[in-house]
């Protein structure tokens, strides 16, 4: 496919390959199951999805081991190198073992390894029935944080010191953050796609020349290749890492900045607008309450109300059935949309 291409950096192709796919913006925060495995037709739908190269192939895989599959199975399947296929199937068995022990099993030594091997706090409370939060306060307790790296750029053909970052958990940490400076964090906007382009990587650079302009250090968060800011040189630091909740709190909680702008990126960081908030980093520019006004769909019709604007009839539902009243009341034919979407995603037109 055209869009949606994201790249990641690790210390491990684990590591690398599921901050890849929690990069991609799908509602995947790392291999989630695709098939549930008490359906009777599972293992059919499985072994079709593995024959053709789709977008959600890589998923499938994952399915393929949890439904028993062996590797020499899946390889004869598609033809993927048998590493590849091993490094997966070590991810399933580690998923397997998470939701076995739950919480209570994730010692400092095994939460490390985990962490090592890419997965995301949000997977990991997914695996042990816990909340998010719940994982990142028990990092916390084992002051277990990821150190990051810089790229070279050079190849080692001679010194560099670009401040191209990625996270890892290791021990040495080379990111060097200033401390004479002010800092600005500007969060990019992700994988492009329809509704979500190359318009809001525009606005994003521009900030962070204009931020610039007026003296302060600007760092940079993106994960996508194909954009101008991620270009060493666009920002005094460049983060290469997934624009999720977990990765900008690590960046914010080394780099201090003095405020995260998030309206520039898109949809992908207004979503953590609030979550940013709640955990006590100063969003600047336009407010997560203001941003929720105008997302929400309720609140917008209400502001609208206010204001006594025109507006087309419109009601906001949380079910199917209140969905089909309230469809009685407006008429058809109808848009249905979500709040917090852009450019049509999630959207139809209802007759």
């Not at 399947?77 to 590849?84: A, G, S």
């Not at 091993?86 to 939701?99: F, H, T, W």
């Not at 695996?127 to 990051?148: F, S, T």
């Amino acid at each position: 496919k055209s869009v949606g291409e994201v790249m990641a950096i690790g210390r491990t192709q684990q590591e690398s390959l599921q901050k890849a796919l929690r990069g991609l913006e799908v509602g995947a925060t790392g291999f989630d199951p695709k098939v549930s495995l008490d359906d009777p037709e599972a293992l059919t739908k499985i072994r079709r999805e593995l024959k053709d190269a789709g977008a959600e192939r890589i998923w499938y895989i994952a399915d393929a081991f949890r439904a028993g599959l062996s590797v020499d199975g899946v390889f004869n399947l598609t033809n993927i190198d048998r590493w590849f296929l091993v490094q997966i199937e070590e991810l399933v068995r580690l998923e397997e073992k998470v939701a076995e022990v739950g919480i209570t099993g994730l010692n400092a030594e095994f939460l490390r390894q985990l962490k090592r091997k890419g997965f995301a706090d949000a997977r990991l409370a997914k695996l042990a029935g816990v909340r998010e939060a719940e994982i990142r306060k028990l990092r916390d307790q084992y002051d277990l944080h990821p150190v990051y790296k810089r790229v070279d750029t050079c190849a080692a053909e001679f010194a560099t010191d670009t401040a191209y970052m990625y996270s890892t958990y290791e021990e040495e940490c080379e990111a060097n953050p200033s401390t004479d400076r002010e800092k600005i964090m500007v969060l990019g906007g992700g994988p492009n796609r329809i509704g979500q382009g190359i318009e809001f990587d525009y606005c994003c650079v521009h900030a962070s020349l204009a931020l610039r302009e007026d003296g302060y250090e600007t760092i940079m968060v993106n994960c996508n290749p194909e954009t101008v800011s991620t270009d060493y040189d666009t920002s005094d630091r460049l983060y290469f890492e997934p624009v999720t909740l977990e990765d900008v709190l690590e960046i914010v909680r080394i780099e201090k900045p003095k405020g995260v702008i998030v309206q520039y990126g898109g949809q992908t960081p207004l979503k953590l607008a609030r979550a940013l908030e709640a955990a006590g980093v100063p969003v600047i520019g336009t407010s997560p309450d203001a941003i929720d006004r105008a997302e929400d769909r309720e609140r917008f019709q209400h502001a609208v109300e206010r204001l006594k604007l025109k507006q087309p009839a419109n009601a906001t539902v949380t079910a199917i059935e209140m969905a089909v009243e309230k469809a009685k009341e407006i008429g058809y034919p109808l848009v249905v949309r979500p709040s917090y979407v852009l450019g049509g995603r999630a959207m139809e037109i209802v007759y």
